[in-house]
C-alpha cells in the first residue's frame, strides 16, 4: 500500500505515541495509597489480573489504532491492485525532464521563454489529468541525470513543484543515465514493475541533446509494461541558433611575471590566447561575426583590460579561432592563486556556453633545483663544463630570465628543500639515494617536474632500476649506453611540438645540428609516454610521462586542459648533456629547449584546473573545499563544493562557474573552472524519424515495427493533457477507512466507560 | 442518644452536667483527648453515668442468698417476687466478687496502621495530629482506646490488669497486676506505635500462654488480618487451657467499602509491595475477598465458644464495653460456681 500524502501517514504513525504517552504519564504521577488491607487488595487483583489486562490492551490499541488510521485516511492510501475495488489499477509516469545546456535555448535573441519553460508547461498539463491513485516520478536528464522522484510518488503536488523550481544546467543531456536509473528502480519496486509505466521524455533533441549516433542501453527493452511518450524534436525552422566559446588556449600554461612583474610595476607582458569557437544551429548558412573579449582575473579581484578579438564567419563555417592578446600586468597577475583567463562573446540564444573560463599558472619566476654535487674552484674551459653547469648556463643564460637556479646536494634531498623548488634537474642520478627517489615521487606527485639524464661519469648505470621502480615509470632503461662512435643525429622530422609548441616553428632547424655520441635509450615506451625528440635511428631520445602508479586518471579536456589529477611530469635526457655524450649543450637548441622544457612542462605539471559540466570536477593538489567566485572575482556567497581526497569535487558540478580552492588551512590553492560541455550546445535539430528510431531501439523495438508503435508515441506539445486520462476520482480508501475510524471511535468511548468499572455497583 | 451513623457532634465540655455520656465512647470524642488515661477514664463515666439506661446494670456485685426481713433493712432489697409467692419477707443479699485476671492483647501490626477518618476532622478542634503524630484515627488509636478503658475498668474493680502490644511477637508486655501504679505503666505501653510487620498470632499466643498459670480473661485487639487457619490453631489453644476470650475485630470504613475511584498504586503497610490498579475496577472482588475472610474469622472465633465483636474505627465504643462487663460478670460466675 502506498499513500498520496506519505506525511500525513507518517504523522499518523507518530502519533500512536500520544496515547502511548499519556498512559505512561499518568502511571507516574499518582501518589502512592499506603493501605493495609493489601493481602486482600492482591488476592482480588490476583483473581482479575487477566480480565484487566486484556481491558487495557484493548482500550490502549483502540487509541492507538484511532490515531493511526485517522492519519492513514488523510494520507488517502492507496492499495496495488486497487483494481479489484475501484475497476482502474493507479498508474505511474516519470517525466524525463531536459535539463541539460541546450534546454535553456530561446528561439530569437529576444525570445523570453526557455526550451525547458515550454517543457515544464507541458509536464504540468500532463501531471493534471493524473488521478489520485496515480503516482509520478521526476528525472531530470542534465547530466549526470538525477532522479529527483523515484521510486514515483503518490504526492503529485510535490513533483508539480519540483518541477516548478527546476533549472538548465550547463552540462550534457544524460538520457542513457536516466534510463538506467529508471529500470534500476523498476527492478527494485517490484510493486512499480508490475503497474503500467509512462515515461514522458520532454526534449528539444538538438544534436547536443540526443547524439543519436551513440546507442541507448536496452535496460528497459524487456518492460512490455513501459511506454515512452516524447516530445516532437525541434524542427529546422524552430531551431535556435547559437555560438560557443569552445576553448582557451594561452601560448604558456604557466606566465613567469619576473620581478618588475611581481612588483606590478607595469610590465604589461601580453599573451597570446588562442580562442576557438563553434556555431550551430539554423544561422551556420549565413556570414556573420562575433567579437570575443577577453580578460585575465586574478585572485587579487583585478581584471585587465579586456582584448577583444574578431571572428568573421564564412557561410557554412561551423569552427573558428581566434588569436587575442591579453594584457596580463599588475594585479591581474596573482602568484598565489593563479589568473583566469575569461573569454566571452555576445549574449546568443544560449548564453551558457557563451563564457569560457581558463585558470592558468603565475609565477614570479620559476625555481629550478639541480641535482649535483658542489664543484669548488672556477674552471670555464668548455671541456672542463659538467652536466650541472651546462643546465645552469642553460637555466639562467642571462640575469633577467626569470628562473632561479637552486643548488641542492644529492646527499640533501629532503621534503624541505624539494618543496622550495618548481622543477628538479637530475643530471647525476647514480648519487640519488633509493629512498630519495621516493622523495622525488612525492614531488612528482604534488605536482613538481623531474628532468633526469643519465650520470656521465658511470660506465653501468645500476641507478636506474630504483629510478623506475619508486616513480612507477612505464618504460625502462638498458644499464650499459649505447655508443655511436660515429655520432649519431637527431632527427628533425619526428618531434612532438605539445611541450615545445612555441619553439615549433625552429625546432627542425634547431635540431638539425645535434650530433649524439652516447645514449642511454628507454626501452618500452608505450604511447601513453610521449616522445619529444628521438634519434635517427629511431630510438627515443627525450621523453615525458607521468608516474604510473598511485595515479588518479580524471576526464581531462584537450590538450593541456587536463582535469585529471596527472600530477607531475618526469622528462628523460638519453644523453647526458656534456660534450663526451653529445654536443647538444654547445649548440643553440640547449637553450630554448631547457626553458621550454622547464616552463612549459612545470605548467603542465602543476595543471590548469578546469573541466566540463557533468562531472566532478578536479582540484589542485590539497584542495579541501571549492568556494564560488562571482563574476567580479569576489568570492559569492554561493554553496561551497566538498573536495574528496582523489581530488575531485564530491558532486558532479553541472553549472559552469568559476570557484577558488582552499586547503585545509584556508590558504587559496588556486582557481577550478567549469565550463559549458560544447558538445552539449550543439542546437542543430534532428529528424524526428532519427529519433524514433534511435529511442525504438531503447525499448528493444528497433526499426519502427509494430511494438514501436503501441510503445513509442509522439506528444503534442499544444494538446498534451488528454494523452492520459484520469484514472480514479479519489482513493478508495479514505472514506471506509473514516469509517473504521468512526466505528473504533465509539468502540473506544464504550469500553473506556466499560472498563472503567465506573458503574459498578 | 447518637448513632454511631451520625454526624460528629459539636464539642461540648466534658464537664457539662448536660453531657451525654455516650459522646465519651465515640471515636471524634476519644481523639479530641491528649491522652490514653483521659481517654479511658471518660469512657468508663460515661459508661457509668449512663447506666440508668444500661441493661447491664449491676455488674459489680453478685446475688448470694436469701434471709429474712428485719426491720431497720433497706426496703430496696426485698425480693418482692418471694413475697409474692409465700407472703414472706426476704431480702435478697449481695456478695463482694472475687477478683479476675483480664489479659489485653493488642495487635500493633503494620495494618493497624491504617485509617481512613483524619484526625483533624475526627478531632474537630484544629489538632492536626494525634499525639503519635499521625494525621489519621487509625485502627491502633481504636485498639488502643478500648484496651485502656478496659483496663481502667478492671483495676478499678481490683482486677489483675495484665497486657502485651505484639505484630509477629511480643513487642511490650505488662505483666498482670492490680497496684496502684499500674494503670500508668499500661498507658505508657499502649503509646507503642504499630510497626511495619505482619502480625503472628499462634506464636504471640504461646509468648502470652507461657506465662499465664491461671484462668484469665484474653481479649484480643486486633484486625485480624492473617491466615484463618492460624486464628484457628492460636484459639484453640486458648481455649484447651480453659481460659475466656473476648475478640474485638477492629475494621476500617474503607476497608469494609472501599470507595476508591482514582487509579493509583497501593502500597501494603507491611511490606507487600506496591500495586496500580484500578479500584473501582477489583472492587467487587475486593469486597468478596475482604467480606468472606471477616465471615470466617468470626465463624471461627464462634466455633470455640468466644464473644466476637466487630468494632468499626467509626463505630463507638459502647458494645465493645458491654460485652467485656457481660462476659467479665459471666466468668465470676462460671469461676465461683466451679
Redesign the interface.
Known amino acids: 500500500m502506498s499513500f498520496l500524502h506519505p506525511i500525513l501517514f507518517a504523522a499518523g504513525l507518530v502519533s500512536i505515541g500520544i496515547p502511548i504517552a499519556i498512559h505512561l504519564l499518568?502511571?507516574q504521577r499518582?501518589?502512592?495509597?499506603?493501605?493495609?488491607?493489601?493481602?486482600?487488595?492482591?488476592?482480588?487483583?490476583r483473581?482479575?489480573r487477566r480480565r484487566?489486562r486484556v481491558?487495557q490492551w484493548l482500550l490502549l490499541a483502540a487509541r492507538c489504532l484511532v490515531v493511526l488510521l485517522i492519519g492513514a485516511a488523510l494520507a488517502r492510501p492507496v492499495l496495488e491492485g486497487a483494481g479489484l475495488l475501484s475497476g482502474a489499477p493507479g498508474r505511474t509516469v516519470y517525466i524525463l525532464l531536459d535539463t541539460g545546456l541546450a534546454s535553456s535555448a530561446r528561439e530569437g535573441a529576444s525570445a523570453e521563454e526557455t526550451a525547458l519553460d515550454r517543457h515544464k508547461k507541458t509536464a504540468m498539463d500532463l501531471l493534471s489529468t493524473l488521478g489520485a491513485s496515480d503516482r509520478a516520478g521526476l528525472v531530470l536528464l542534465g547530466a549526470p541525470a538525477s532522479a529527483v522522484v523515484a521510486p514515483a510518488s503518490g504526492d503529485v503536488a510535490a513533483v508539480r513543484r519540483l518541477i516548478e523550481e527546476a533549472s538548465p544546467t550547463d552540462a550534457a543531456t544524460d538520457l542513457a543515465g536516466a534510463f538506467e536509473r529508471i529500470a534500476r528502480v523498476l527492478d527494485q519496486d517490484e510493486a512499480s514493475g508490475a503497474r503500467p509505466t509512462t515515461l514522458v521524455l520532454l526534449s528539444d533533441f538538438y544534436l547536443g541533446s540526443a547524439d543519436a549516433a551513440r546507442p541507448l542501453p536496452l535496460s528497459l527493452a524487456a518492460r512490455s509494461n513501459v511506454r515512452l511518450l516524447v516530445s516532437k524534436p525541434r524542427g529546422a525552422g524552430e531551431a535556435a541558433s547559437n555560438v560557443q566559446v569552445t576553448g582557451v588556449e594561452p601560448l604558456r600554461p604557466l606566465i613567469l611575471t619576473g620581478a618588475a612583474g611581481a612588483s606590478g610595476a607595469g610590465a604589461a607582458e601580453r599573451e597570446q590566447v588562442r580562442v576557438t569557437l563553434r556555431r550551430s544551429g539554423p544561422a551556420v548558412g549565413d556570414s556573420s561575426a562575433t567579437t570575443v573579449r577577453l580578460r585575465a582575473m586574478g585572485g587579487s579581484q583585478v581584471e585587465s583590460p579586456p582584448s577583444q578579438g574578431l571572428v568573421r564567419w564564412q557561410p557554412g563555417q561551423v569552427e573558428a579561432m581566434v588569436a587575442v592578446p591579453v594584457s596580463a600586468a599588475g594585479g591581474a597577475r596573482d602568484s598565489a592563486t593563479g589568473m583566469v583567463l575569461v573569454a566571452e562573446i555576445d549574449r546568443d540564444a544560449l548564453p551558457g556556453d557563451n563564457v569560457f573560463r581558463r585558470p592558468i599558472g603565475v609565477r614570479e619566476s620559476l625555481r629550478v633545483g639541480v641535482v649535483a654535487r658542489a664543484r669548488f674552484g672556477a674552471d670555464t674551459s668548455l671541456d672542463r663544463l659538467g652536466p650541472a653547469d651546462w643546465l645552469r648556463l642553460a637555466l639562467r643564460p642571462t640575469p633577467g630570465t626569470p628562473i632561479d637556479v637552486v643548488d641542492i646536494e644529492p646527499t640533501s634531498i629532503d621534503t624541505p628543500t624539494l618543496a622550495s623548488v618548481d622543477v628538479v634537474f637530475a643530471p647525476a642520478p647514480d648519487l640519488i639515494r633509493d629512498e630519495d627517489w621516493a622523495r622525488l615521487r612525492r614531488f612528482v606527485d604534488a605536482g613538481g617536474m623531474l628532468v633526469v639524464s643519465p650520470a656521465a661519469e658511470a660506465t653501468v648505470h645500476l641507478w636506474t632500476d630504483a629510478m623506475t621502480r619508486e616513480l612507477g615509470l612505464p618504460w625502462r632503461l638498458a644499464r650499459e649506453p649505447v655508443q655511436y662512435p660515429e655520432g649519431m643525429g637527431v632527427d628533425d622530422q619526428s618531434v612532438s611540438t605539445a611541450l615545445l609548441s612555441l619553439i615549433a616553428s625552429e625546432l627542425p632547424s634547431l635540431v638539425r645540428p645535434v650530433v649524439v655520441s652516447r645514449a642511454v635509450p628507454p626501452e618500452g615506451v608505450g604511447p601513453e609516454t610521449e616522445v619529444l625528440l628521438s634519434l635517427k635511428d629511431g630510438s627515443a631520445w627525450v621523453i615525458a610521462s607521468s608516474p604510473g602508479a598511485g595515479r588518479v586518471e580524471g576526464s581531462g579536456e584537450g590538450a593541456g586542459g587536463e582535469s585529471g589529477q596527472s600530477h607531475g611530469l618526469v622528462v628523460y635526457f638519453a644523453s647526458a648533456p656534456t660534450l663526451k655524450w653529445t654536443d647538444l649543450p654547445a649548440k643553440p637548441l640547449m637553450v630554448p629547449l631547457i626553458q621550454e622544457l622547464s616552463r612549459q612542462g612545470f605548467g603542465r605539471a602543476s595543471g590548469s584546473w578546469w573541466s566540463k559540466a557533468g562531472v566532478p570536477a578536479a582540484a589542485p593538489f590539497r584542495s579541501e573545499q571549492l568556494r564560488p567566485v562571482a563574476a567580479s572575482g569576489s568570492e559569492s556567497g554561493g554553496e561551497m563544493v566538498a573536495v574528496a581526497p582523489t581530488g575531485l569535487t564530491t558532486e558532479p558540478m553541472r553549472k559552469a562557474g568559476l570557484w577558488q580552492s582552499f586547503d585545509e588551512g584556508g590558504r587559496a590553492r588556486g582557481f577550478v573552472a567549469v565550463n559549458a560541455d560544447s558538445d552539449a550546445g550543439r542546437t542543430i535539430p534532428q529528424d524526428p524519424s532519427v529519433i524514433r528510431g534511435w529511442l525504438s531501439a531503447a525499448l528493444g523495438t528497433g526499426g519502427g515495427g509494430a511494438g514501436a508503435g503501441e510503445r513509442l508515441a509522439w506528444l503534442e506539445e499544444s494538446d498534451a493533457a488528454p494523452v492520459l486520462a484520469a484514472s480514479s476520482a479519489d482513493s478508495p480508501f479514505s472514506v471506509p477507512m473514516l469509517l473504521v475510524v468512526l466505528v473504533l471511535a465509539v468502540a473506544e468511548l464504550v469500553m473506556a466507560r466499560y472498563?472503567?468499572?465506573?458503574f459498578?455497583r | 442518644m447518637m448513632t454511631p451513623g451520625d454526624a460528629p457532634t459539636p464539642v461540648r465540655s466534658a464537664a457539662s452536667s448536660a453531657v451525654d455520656a455516650t459522646l465519651y465512647l465515640h471515636p471524634q470524642t476519644l481523639a479530641r483527648l491528649g491522652t490514653f488515661e483521659l481517654r479511658a477514664k471518660m469512657i468508663v463515666e460515661g459508661v457509668m453515668s449512663g447506666m440508668h439506661r444500661s441493661p447491664y446494670k449491676g455488674f459489680s456485685v453478685e446475688f448470694a442468698q436469701h434471709r429474712p426481713y428485719v426491720k431497720g433493712d433497706d426496703t430496696r432489697h426485698l425480693d418482692w417476687k418471694v413475697f409474692g409467692r409465700s407472703d414472706k419477707l426476704y431480702l435478697k443479699q449481695y456478695e463482694q466478687e472475687t477478683s479476675l485476671d483480664l489479659v489485653l492483647l493488642v495487635d500493633c501490626s503494620?495494618?493497624?496502621?491504617?485509617g481512613s477518618r483524619a484526625f483533624e476532622e475526627a478531632s474537630g478542634v484544629g489538632r492536626k495530629t494525634s499525639p503519635s503524630g499521625q494525621p489519621i484515627w487509625s485502627?491502633y488509636d481504636h485498639a488502643t482506646a478500648s484496651a485502656a478503658a478496659f483496663a481502667y475498668m478492671a483495676l478499678r474493680q481490683g482486677d489483675r490488669v495484665g497486657l502485651g502490644v505484639y505484630a509477629d511477637s511480643l513487642i511490650d508486655a505488662a505483666d498482670r497486676s492490680s497496684a496502684q501504679g499500674h494503670w500508668r505503666r499500661i498507658v505508657n505501653i499502649l503509646s507503642q506505635h504499630p510497626v511495619g510487620r505482619p502480625s503472628d498470632l499462634g506464636h504471640v499466643i504461646d509468648q502470652t500462654l507461657a506465662k499465664l498459670n491461671n484462668r484469665c480473661l484474653i481479649v484480643l485487639l486486633s484486625?485480624f488480618?492473617e491466615d484463618v487457619s492460624r486464628i484457628r490453631t492460636a484459639l484453640a489453644r486458648v481455649r484447651h487451657r480453659q481460659h475466656d476470650v473476648i475478640v474485638c475485630q477492629i475494621v476500617?470504613r474503607q476497608?469494609q467499602e472501599f470507595t476508591?475511584?482514582?487509579?493509583?498504586?497501593?502500597?501494603?503497610?507491611?511490606g507487600?509491595g506496591?500495586?496500580?490498579?484500578?479500584p473501582?475496577?477489583?472492587?467487587?472482588?475486593?469486597l468478596?475477598?475482604?467480606n468472606a475472610?471477616l465471615e470466617r474469622v468470626e465463624k471461627t472465633t464462634r466455633s470455640f465458644g468466644v464473644d466476637y465483636l466487630r468494632v468499626g474505627t467509626h463505630d463507638w465504643l459502647g458494645p465493645g464495653l458491654a460485652a467485656f462487663v457481660a462476659r467479665r460478670n459471666a466468668v465470676l460466675k462460671r469461676s465461683k460456681s466451679g
Open positions: 499518568l502511571r499518582r501518589r502512592p495509597v499506603m493501605w493495609g488491607a493489601m493481602r486482600f487488595l492482591i488476592e482480588a487483583y483473581r482479575q484487566l481491558e472498563f472503567s468499572h465506573a459498578a | 503494620g495494618s493497624m496502621n491504617y485502627k484486625d488480618f476500617d476497608e476508591y475511584t482514582e487509579t493509583a498504586p497501593f502500597e501494603g503497610l507491611e507487600e506496591r500495586l496500580r490498579i484500578d473501582r475496577a477489583v472492587r467487587s472482588a475486593y468478596e475477598v475482604f475472610h
